[in-house]
């Protein structure tokens, strides 16, 4: 019988080309009377206008607009209370996060910050947090994270070398904007790490241990999706058919682990992010194909599930043979993305290995997702198979 199993995501979405230009009406989604409002982005998405944008439609409807544009990539507990104390001192109807899977993550705790009388570090886990937060609208410019849908943030801890997860519904938006415009001139090395990291959030949804048919559905879409436009979005960035493909799948996919996990390649990944600084898309992409071979015996009907949405030609094929040819496509992406595939190339040594495995190891809340477990040799054994 299936466990019992839940969803929840965004109070309210609007996608599709040109959608942004609508935010002056849209945000009157959120409250029909904001008076005052503060965009959360970094320099680079600034200077390709789209925070000037936001800040012109807002204070046309007479909206008091602050900007804070001090989000690292890959965001510290220090950096994420530098910005709250840069701008607690003000008190705002909404916060706008426009940008990547960071800026996504730091409005979303933001918000909560400002109304629960606690430190980031206290709500780290899940369900810490206890009051809901400041209302947010969030627009992701890349097609990875799917963070705009979740109610999950992540966080760097650099004394521990690792990032952790804040989980809480008051971490879910009341506004999502996804316009495929903002999309189009993502770097060739982000299209792919961002695809990539979207990708592994609907394969593992759908072994975890948690599956459903509510993620299962999400999951498999946005396989689908993914598959039939990463190619094409990293060789052919201008298109924005593959964009939106892009965009929409990894909204999929944020919905999908919302309700069933991710597994053994994040809790992998999150050492490598918070030891050595290798990006999460990046470090996801190296480890899939080695987890996914590794977990094959234990979930290869879910895997041979998959074949078919990737486009595979599996027909007559049995259920081990079809898995094989999913890992073997990942495998291939990777190659065609130019993903890196040795550690070593961000300094990681076979000395590192044992540490790395030992920090993976904490992030149960993701392991015990995964449809076999894995000892801290076997996480050793993977992390090896990358170096060199």
């Not at 963070?147 to 009341?174: D, F, M, Q, R, Y």
């Not at 299209?191 to 048919?213: C, Q, R, V, W, Y």
């Not at 299962?216 to 094409?232: C, H, N, Q, T």
């Not at 920090?359 to 477990?373: D, E, F, G, I, M």
Request: some cysteine.
């Amino acid at each position: 019988m299936q466990p019992i199993y839940s969803f929840q995501t965004a109070k309210q979405i609007i996608a599709g080309k040109e959608s942004l230009k609508r935010l002056k009406d849209d945000i009157k989604l959120v409250n029909k009377n904001i008076k005052s409002a503060l965009i959360i982005s970094q320099p680079s998405i600034s200077d390709l206008g789209f925070v000037g944008t936001i800040k012109e439609q807002l204070e046309d409807q007479g909206i008091y607009v602050n900007i804070n544009l001090d989000i690292l990539p890959e965001p510290t507990v220090e950096n994420i209370e530098d910005v709250f104390q840069q701008t607690s001192n003000t008190q705002y109807d909404v916060l706008i996060g426009i940008g990547g899977g960071s800026v996504l993550d730091t409005t979303k705790i933001l918000s909560v910050l400002m109304t629960n009388d606690k430190q980031v570090r206290e709500l780290l886990g899940t369900d810490m947090v206890e009051k809901a937060g400041v209302p947010t609208v969030l627009i992701p410019t890349t097609s990875g994270t799917g963070a705009e849908v979740t109610p999950n943030a992540i966080v760097t801890i650099p004394e521990e070398e690792l990032k952790i997860g804040i989980v809480s519904n008051h971490l879910l938006p009341a506004l999502v904007v996804l316009d495929p415009l903002l999309t189009v001139g993502l770097p060739k090395p982000i299209t792919a790490a961002t695809g990539m990291d979207a990708f592994t959030h609907s394969l593992e949804s759908f072994i975890s241990n948690k599956a459903n048919p509510l993620s299962d559905m999400f999951a498999l879409e946005s396989i689908r999706l993914i598959a039939s436009s990463i190619v094409e979005a990293y060789e052919n960035g201008s298109s924005v058919e593959a964009r939106e493909k892009m965009l929409v799948g990894s909204m999929y996919g944020g919905m999908a682990l919302t309700s069933a996990g991710t597994a053994a390649v994040h809790a992998l990944a999150y050492p490598l992010g918070g030891k050595f600084k290798i990006p999460h898309g990046v470090a996801n992409s190296m480890l899939l194909p080695h987890v996914m071979e590794f977990n094959l015996d234990a979930c290869t009907e879910r895997l041979a599930l998959v074949a078919e949405p990737m486009g595979l030609a599996v027909s007559g094929l049995s259920a081990e043979e079809k898995a094989r040819k999913v890992i073997e496509k990942i495998s291939e992406w990777t190659a065609t993305l130019e993903i890196p595939q040795d550690l070593q190339a961000y300094g990681v040594v076979e000395e590192d290995i044992p540490s790395l495995a030992v920090s993976a190891a904490q992030v149960t809340r993701l392991l015990n997702n995964n449809p076999k477990k894995v000892s801290t040799d076997e996480m050793e054994a993977i992390y090896r198979r990358l170096l060199g």
